[in-house]
């Protein structure tokens, strides 16, 4: 039996050639992204668990320094037609988002063990989860209040605070005209009657503090608009291929 | 335990995971969607949802399942009921976690054999603190897929 097309996906990827700092947030489908911190007080002041953050921009010959523990990896991309599985998504290449924690006490937010130290050492970088070595990181190093790092609503508002600056540039992105675009690919969630019938299952954090999963957030691997697979009940969920491979899970561990 | 900074998956991990990059482009493969579930605290829960999840498997009328589950430890509970479910269900299943040389599943079952693959890449016996060394890598979900085809296979015959 021929093969049914259930849904198409479409990701335009937009080289980024440079990062630096200046008055304004910008970026621009030639490739140039423009960061400033003018919105951290706002952003800090606006969550109660947070008592500061701060945004360094990590160029790929500056991975010798010091890192706080990390909680995520973030590609950066926005929903330009359609939801979350489906329509046109734009993401950035060559730049990732990167979140770390500490509180005011000095005590990693972590759950199993912490990822502190030497950034070159604590990173196995080129891998599917982790920045190609070539990637510009902007990192944003929370300092939470204390005790804070231990409680869910404290990693959960340093992934909001991230989110909520990163939809600056999302808001940017979704008018890139796509013809500027580096690389276009295309997905489809195909059916193959009459092939084995295979499912993917995925068990996933589901126990409290940085041992959490945000589910279908607005844009793509986003937080705002998604909720926890706790609040869930743990029970299971089902997601089409590309509403995966779109973003449609933030990791919250 | 739970998961660990070698083993968490991150959001861009998720954004290209080699795991559905390699059964959504098999031709052999009709891939039905993605199951999620969480890993509770609470072992009546783990075992509660695990097994809705082998019953979503049966209801779709899967002939397999790749299962992996993120990290180890008490995360294994839930893992081995979802096995075993699974299996009782009639569904072939091929899993993946990381298991590593500081021991044993704290819990195991007849339906986790062979058809169980490693993650684990660090030579120590400790976690190692390091984002993405412990992560799944496309060899290891090539092994998972030929090992389901082969269950699969078994299966029906």
């Not at chain 1, 996906?9 to 400033?36: C, H, N, Y």
């Not at chain 1, 199993?112 to 990192?139: A, Q, R, Y």
């Not at chain 2, 968490?8 to 959504?24: A, C, G, V």
């Not at chain 2, 299943?93 to 819990?107: R, Y």
Request: hydrophobic share 35%; charged share 25%.
């Amino acid at each position: 039996m021929a093969d049914i097309d259930l849904g198409r996906l479409v990701i335009r990827a937009f080289d980024i050639k440079s990062v630096s700092w200046g008055d304004e947030m910008k970026v621009t489908p030639q490739g140039e992204m423009i960061i400033s911190k003018s919105m951290l007080p706002d952003l800090v002041s606006s969550m109660d668990t947070i008592e500061a953050v701060d945004i360094r921009l990590i160029q790929p010959d500056e991975h010798d320094q010091w890192t706080n523990t990390i909680l995520d990896i973030i590609p950066i991309s926005t929903k330009a037609l359609g939801v979350v599985g489906e329509g046109i998504t734009h993401t950035l290449t060559g730049v990732c988002a990167m979140i770390t924690a500490v509180d005011t006490e000095g005590k990693q937010c972590h759950e199993f063990g912490s990822s502190e130290g030497n950034l070159k050492e604590k990173i196995i970088f080129d891998n599917p989860g982790t920045p190609s070595s070539t990637d510009v990181i902007i990192s944003f190093d929370v300092t939470l209040k204390a005790g804070m790092g231990q409680e869910r609503k404290g990693p959960y508002q340093a992934h909001l605070l991230c989110d909520r600056f990163l939809q600056v540039y999302r808001e940017q992105m979704k008018n890139f005209d796509g013809k500027l675009c580096s690389a276009r690919n295309e997905f489809h969630n195909i059916s193959r009657p009459g092939k084995k019938r295979v499912v993917i299952i995925r068990e996933v954090a589901g126990q409290g503090a940085m041992y959490d999963m945000q589910l279908f957030p607005h844009e793509p691997s986003g937080v705002e608009g998604g909720r926890s697979i706790i609040d869930m009940g743990n029970m299971p969920i089902l997601v089409t291929p590309n509403e995966y491979r779109d973003g449609i899970l933030h990791s919250m561990q | 335990m739970g998961v660990g900074p070698s083993a968490k998956e991150t959001s861009l991990h998720h954004f290209r995971d080699p795991l559905l990059d390699l059964i959504s482009s098999d031709e052999d493969i009709d891939l039905l969607g993605i199951i999620l579930f969480g890993s509770s605290d609470k072992y009546s829960e783990k075992i509660l949802t695990s097994t809705r999840a082998a019953i979503w498997a049966q209801g779709m009328r899967a002939d397999g399942a790749v299962i992996f589950c993120e990290g180890s430890g008490n995360n294994h509970v839930d893992f081995a009921n979802a096995c075993e479910q699974l299996s009782r269900r009639g569904v072939a299943l091929a899993g993946l976690t990381v298991i590593g040389k500081n021991g044993q599943f704290v819990v195991t079952n007849d339906y986790m054999n062979d058809n169980i693959i490693d993650v684990c890449k660090s030579k120590g016996t400790v976690e190692p603190c390091i984002i993405g060394e412990n992560n799944l890598s496309y060899d290891d979900c090539k092994k998972a897929l030929s090992i389901l085809k082969i269950k699969m296979n078994k299966n029906k015959s």
